[in-house]
């Protein structure tokens, strides 16, 4: 079956976290164990990346096919978001609730941002993996 | 849970209807073709607006594009 250019859209986002954030995440579990320092720029600059790389592949897209671009999201579209969020929602959830734990533990503001941000991107990544399953076997 | 316990004859109607494409049927619904797509293939229950609305292109009654089957046990 074609892909409409929302669930490509979902493709390209879930493709850039795990290439984007993956490795940052690699990272900081080394930087827990000591063996490495990630500074705080790396964090922002990957944040721009993720965006910039999120703009210019969703061009590229779009030129592909213009006309799935510019069609507004239909009912379908709509539900699958909507039922993709709601699965995310419990995942940041459980990732607030996760962070707030670890402040039983002696940790820095730093650690406790990750954990935040991992929540996030987990989040996310659930999201746009809950839409492409959406899309791919209906529902 | 895929597939849904409504079937339809959209694909039939659409042959009998000078073999309308699925991007015209979902043009005049406003709906994508890909959605138009999912609809045939069983993975989507439309809305009954739009239900109504493919009735109504193929002027037919909406029993004769979407038959609910009760579930084998």
């Known amino acids: ?139 | 849970m895929g597939r849904c316990a409504i079937r339809n004859k959209i694909r039939e109607l659409r042959f009998n209807q000078a073999e309308m494409t699925q991007q015209e049927l979902a043009d005049r619904i406003g709906v994508t073709r890909q959605t138009v797509n999912a609809i045939e293939l069983g993975k989507y229950s439309p809305s009954l607006e739009v239900a109504f609305q493919i009735a109504a292109v193929f002027n037919v009654p909406l029993d004769q594009v979407f038959q609910y089957e009760k579930a084998r046990k």
């Open chain 1, 1 to 139: 079956m074609e892909m409409s250019f929302r669930e490509k859209s979902a493709w390209i986002s879930l493709m850039l976290i795990v290439l984007v954030f993956g490795p940052y995440f690699w990272l900081v579990g080394r930087s827990f164990a000591g063996q490495t320092h990630v500074h705080g720029g790396t964090q922002f600059a990957l944040i721009l990346l993720f965006v910039v790389l999120e703009i210019v592949l969703h061009i590229a897209v779009a030129i592909q096919s213009p006309r799935d671009a510019e069609a507004p999201s239909d009912e379908r579209d709509n539900l699958i978001d909507l039922r993709a969020t709601r699965v995310a929602f419990y995942v940041l959830f459980g990732g607030a609730l996760i962070s707030i734990f670890t402040l039983h533990f002696p940790v820095n503001v730093w650690t406790l941002s990750q954990f935040v941000l991992f929540s996030i991107v987990v989040a996310e990544l659930v999201k746009f993996g809950s839409q492409i399953v959406f899309y791919r076997r209906g529902f």
